[in-house]
């Protein structure tokens, strides 16, 4: 098995500083958001639009793949009991796609990292999940645990399955789901109307309570006028492209 130009690493509670650091260590050109929300409301210095700027800087390519290879889906049927279940979600054409892609990448030597934000490998679904299936095509992901600091995928494997092995002794292979529970997960909701917003102060609203999921319960989803054209259905889809909102719209009733 060649070595693998692909690594892995966790943002964790980082400063900017020591994040690009150990990128820089391994050579990193470019960096693949592999995040299903690619924001952090604890380290705001992790959030899409600042990350991408500091990452530009230091002469590292941002790329999100989270819809593709994300920890938690969208998409219902890859759970199980409340929890991802990586069995499902390896099956589904989206993953198979972003997979694909690093894989490629990898065959032409292009030195990439799919950041998560668990710090620890074992915890992430970056190794139970993409490690494994990229090992399944011979290749080895490299996770960066420090500044040139690194551990393979078996290594790391080794420590989830504490040294026991995928195999048990009746010959089943370990599966794996995410950590989280998302059917005891809490929520915080909140509402919110637009007039007498301007398009400034109502995203600024969203962002400053850390809001990642918007929910548009509007029969209409347009307004007239150029005043509020901002909330009307094609834009607040454009705009999904630029904020780390993700904005779903209800079902007619």
Do not use: W
């Amino acid at each position: 098995m060649d070595k693998s130009t692909i690594y892995s690493i966790g943002h964790g509670s980082k400063s900017i500083e020591k994040f690009i650091n150990e990128l820089k260590s391994f050579g990193i050109k470019y960096l693949i958001d592999i995040r299903s929300k690619p924001f952090s409301k604890y380290y705001p210095h992790f959030n899409q639009s600042e990350l991408k700027f500091a990452l530009e800087k230091s002469a590292i390519t941002y790329v999100f793949l989270g819809e593709q290879l994300g920890g938690l889906p969208s998409d219902p049927t890859c759970y199980t009991e409340g929890k991802v279940d990586y069995e499902k979600l390896k099956k589904k054409d989206f993953f198979k796609a972003g997979l694909k892609s690093l894989i490629t990448a990898n065959e032409k030597s292009i030195p990439l990292v799919i950041m998560c934000s668990e710090s620890k490998p074992q915890e992430c679904h970056r190794s139970k999940l993409i490690g494994e299936e990229l090992l399944l095509n011979d290749i080895s992901i490299n996770h960066i645990i420090d500044e040139n600091k690194s551990k393979d995928q078996l290594t790391v494997m080794s420590e989830v399955t504490k040294g026991l092995g995928l195999i048990n002794l009746f010959n089943e292979e370990a599966t794996f789901t995410s950590r989280k529970n998302t059917d005891n997960m809490k929520f915080d909701f909140f509402t919110i109307g637009v007039y007498r917003a301007t398009e400034e102060t109502f995203f600024k609203k969203l962002v400053e309570n850390n809001i990642d999921t918007f929910l548009d319960i509007r029969r209409r989803r347009g307004v007239r006028g150029s005043k509020y054209s901002y909330v009307n259905s094609n834009k607040l889809q454009e705009k999904r492209a630029t904020t780390e909102v993700s904005i779903t719209q209800s079902s007619k009733k």
